[in-house]
């Protein structure tokens, strides 16, 4: 008897707690505290009045379920996403003043999705292999579920019995069942798309207390563990959290990843799901912050949209939730600074305490020089982002030499991007994609990503023979990365990465030394890039630079094309480049300096005999004016082995209202490559008139091996894989 009813009694407990709701975005005592602070501090009493505003336009009205018919940015689609946000958003204020208002708005709006749900087969508009039901692809049902998930939770002790079998069974049940029977596939992967649906299922779960739904959402479809939230964060992130799909994505998986973690957080503490991995979830919203720009931008590097920055939903979301799960972190007080609103949970009530008790908050995150490992094990290659200066006079340049970043990766190893003051300088070109705009192909990403932003043409980095690295197979791409072969970004005068790639080409081998040198006297670095080529057999090596500003002069002649315009090529990428100038040079030192957002930049070049230079624009072949008008500056050799040397400027003024420009003349008079062999590549620059020798070892890292060349007529001798100087005075400190 004592056994039953222990066994009665567990039983019971074990139903007591699964009808505590709710508990997936936030529980009854974090409302109350949230309640008991709204009028206590600013951010959050604006958060929530802006909050309020945003729900009570729609109490008492009767809201539109429309049957799906819409791509992106058509009524259907947005409805239905407006509609999902409002369930969520009206649950947080029946949550916070209890008025059962907002949790009517909710229940009504739920019984038409649980009528709508099961009459669905796949969406009118869909066009690819997960298509969805609401919407024209799988991954919209899956933000679907992660929201609506949680506004069920929310409201889910306002509803009868009977209410909450005819939502179970009817908004979610026909939506986990295609999710996970139909596109088991899909929903299997390791990819943004999968963090999204796992998540969705996962919420799904834990609202309505179902085991089996999180149990798929944590292990995959058939529960193995080689599928599922776990192996996405084991499988999507490197160690030191760099996310494989790059910045841009993070910034669109975290929310997921935040949102689901969040509420097994509370539903099972007893996974301490942010302390998996070492704290992995941690690390990567601190790397994606990492890799932005002073405006908030995340890097466009891979299918990126340049306009997304830190103030998105899903990132104020995140930065709220480390908050309040990690602890207190001024770092994250510019950006939610930017923000400017806080979530409807214990951890934006702190921010927002804090944010009123700081008497001054910096201008800018705290952005440093820092390396990202790629790959579960950080041994796929990397991403470097070496940094100079502060505030707004920073200069950041990023050095890409990872893996190919899923589905959504570039062809672009070793490439280099650049960024000072805020502004973009070098670009990655990102994605070809107008986000919620029916008339550019319902939203989607349009052609020109695959056949132009993805080619290696459209990155700083070498195409060999007009074609793509891997020749433009992402299977191929994926599973192959540059190796690092040595580097030091924490250095106050000399920072460097230096990587080789010998698979993106069958008999070229690429190296590519990055130096950021701060020199006596500059106010801005010096960037030195050593680019070799070795190849047994004569090839046609294209260097791009993909520059944003206006040319203000080259230091050698060239001939127009305006009158009979040419594409650059026929297919990968070069179709779509107008030639609309070039030249030819000799052995001599090749110049362009181009002006950004008044500031001047100089590329001064040198590739060991002959080249030709074309000045390039986006738009050929390009009848819908899909891309935009772009520019990039090409240097071309020919031959087997190449070194291209690259000193990349940052100088001068230009004052508009002043009508005054300063320094606008480039320091770099010559360049002059004085070996390159199996043992150097040693470059002699004539900077502001005083040489700047620099050494880099061939080889991969040294350590304190010793080594010396012959300058001038007397030894060098020094220890590691690089050598600076600067008018006779050493820099590699």
């Known amino acids: 008897m004592k056994k039953i009813l222990f066994a009665i009694a567990i039983l019971f407990a074990t139903t007591l707690v699964a009808q505590q709701h709710p508990n997936a975005f936030a529980n009854k005592q974090e409302f109350a505290f949230v309640k008991d602070n709204i009028t206590k501090t600013a951010l959050l009493q604006q958060s929530y009045a802006d909050l309020k505003a945003s729900v009570d336009a729609w109490l008492g009205k009767?809201?539109?379920?429309?049957?799906?018919?819409?791509?992106?940015?058509?009524?259907?689609?947005?409805?239905?996403?407006?509609?999902?946000?409002?369930?969520?958003?009206?649950?947080?204020?029946?949550?916070?003043?209890?008025?059962a208002r907002y949790a009517l708005l909710v229940k009504n709006m739920f019984l038409k999705y649980a009528a709508l749900v099961p009459t669905l087969a796949n969406h009118p508009e869909a066009t690819s292999s997960s298509p969805g039901r609401i919407f024209w692809q799988a991954l919209n049902d899956a933000n679907y579920l992660v929201y609506a998930g949680l506004a069920y939770d929310l409201i889910q002790p306002y509803l009868t019995e009977v209410e909450r079998k005819t939502i179970s069974e009817g908004a979610f049940k026909p939506e986990v069942d295609y999710f996970t029977k139909d596109l088991s596939k899909w929903f299997d992967l390791i990819h943004n798309h999968a963090v999204w649906a796992c998540a969705g299922v996962g919420i799904v779960g834990i609202a309505t207390d179902n085991q089996d739904y999180i149990d798929m959402a944590l292990y995959g479809s058939s529960k193995d563990k080689s599928a599922g939230f776990l192996a996405h964060l084991n499988g999507l992130f490197s160690p030191d959290g760099y996310?494989?799909?790059?910045?841009?994505?993070?910034?669109?998986?975290?929310?997921?990843?935040?949102?689901?973690?969040?509420?097994?957080?509370?539903?099972?503490?007893?996974?301490?799901?942010?302390?998996?991995?070492?704290?992995?979830?941690?690390?990567?919203?601190?790397?994606?912050?990492?890799?932005?720009?002073?405006?908030?931008?995340?890097?466009?590097?891979?299918?990126?949209?340049?306009?997304?920055?830190?103030?998105?939903?899903?990132?104020?979301?995140?930065?709220?939730?480390?908050?309040?799960?990690?602890?207190?972190?001024?770092?994250?007080?510019?950006?939610?600074?930017?923000?400017?609103?806080?979530?409807?949970?214990?951890?934006?009530?702190?921010?927002?305490?804090?944010?009123?008790?700081?008497?001054?908050?910096?201008?800018?995150?705290?952005y440093k020089s820092i390396e990202f490992t790629d790959g579960p094990k950080g041994d796929e290659g990397g991403v470097a982002v070496i940094r100079s200066g502060k505030g707004k006079n920073l200069t950041s340049l990023i050095y890409k030499y990872s893996t190919h970043g899923l589905s959504h990766g570039h062809y672009d190893k070793l490439n280099i991007n650049l960024y000072d003051n805020g502004n973009e300088i070098l670009q990655d070109y990102g994605a070809v994609r107008f986000i919620g705009i029916e008339q550019k192909y319902g939203g989607r990403y349009l052609p020109q990503t695959k056949d132009y932003a993805q080619q290696t043409i459209a990155h700083n980095t070498v195409t060999v023979d007009e074609k793509s690295h891997f020749n433009g197979k992402e299977s191929e791409s994926q599973k192959n990365h540059p190796t690092k072969w040595y580097s030091k970004?924490?250095?106050?005068?000399?920072?460097?990465?230096?990587?080789?790639?010998?698979?993106?080409?069958?008999?070229?081998?690429?190296?590519?030394?990055?130096f950021v040198i701060k020199v006596p006297g500059a106010s801005k670095p010096l960037i030195l890039d050593i680019f070799r080529l070795l190849s047994a057999t004569e090839h046609q090596y294209d260097l791009p630079f993909n520059y944003l500003g206006y040319v203000i002069s080259t230091n050698y002649k060239y001939e127009s094309y305006k009158a009979n315009l040419k594409p650059l090529g026929k297919k990968n990428g070069y179709q779509f480049m107008w030639k609309e100038a070039g030249a030819r040079i000799g052995k001599e030192m090749s110049q362009f300096t181009f002006l950004n957002d008044k500031r001047f930049y100089t590329v001064s070049s040198v590739s060991g005999d002959s080249a030709e230079i074309f000045f390039t624009v986006l738009g050929a072949n390009d009848p819908d004016f899909n891309l935009r008008r772009d520019p990039s500056y090409v240097i071309r050799t020919k031959g087997t082995n190449k070194t291209y040397v690259n000193a990349i400027e940052i100088h001068g003024d230009y004052s508009t209202i002043n009508e005054v420009a300063s320094g606008a003349y480039s320091a770099v008079a010559d360049i002059k490559v004085l070996q390159d062999d199996a043992a150097f590549t040693a470059v002699e620059v004539s900077y502001n008139s005083k040489p700047l020798l620099a050494i880099s070892v061939n080889s991969p890292a040294a350590g304190d091996k010793t080594f010396t060349y012959n300058y001038n007529g007397k030894a060098i001798t020094w220890k590691g894989n690089y050598y600076i100087q600067y008018d006779n005075k050493l820099l590699n400190k």
């Open 489 to 514: 970004v924490d250095s106050t005068n000399v920072q460097v990465v230096t990587a080789f790639e010998d698979k993106a080409y069958k008999d070229v081998n690429m190296q590519r030394s990055v």
């Open 243 to 366: 996310y494989n799909e790059g910045p841009y994505y993070t910034r669109y998986a975290v929310l997921p990843f935040y949102f689901f973690a969040n509420a097994l957080n509370h539903a099972k503490p007893e996974l301490k799901i942010f302390q998996y991995r070492d704290q992995i979830l941690g690390k990567a919203l601190k790397g994606a912050l990492e890799q932005t720009n002073l405006d908030g931008a995340f890097y466009s590097y891979n299918d990126a949209i340049k306009d997304k920055t830190y103030t998105s939903n899903e990132v104020v979301y995140a930065v709220d939730i480390y908050w309040q799960v990690y602890g207190a972190s001024a770092d994250l007080l510019p950006i939610a600074k930017v923000q400017d609103r806080v979530i409807m949970s214990k951890g934006g009530v702190e921010i927002s305490k804090k944010l009123d008790d700081s008497k001054s908050v910096p201008a800018y995150y705290p």
């Open 62 to 99: 009767d809201i539109d379920v429309p049957v799906p018919k819409d791509p992106a940015g058509g009524y259907t689609h947005e409805k239905h996403k407006a509609n999902y946000n409002l369930m969520f958003h009206a649950g947080l204020m029946y949550n916070i003043t209890g008025d």
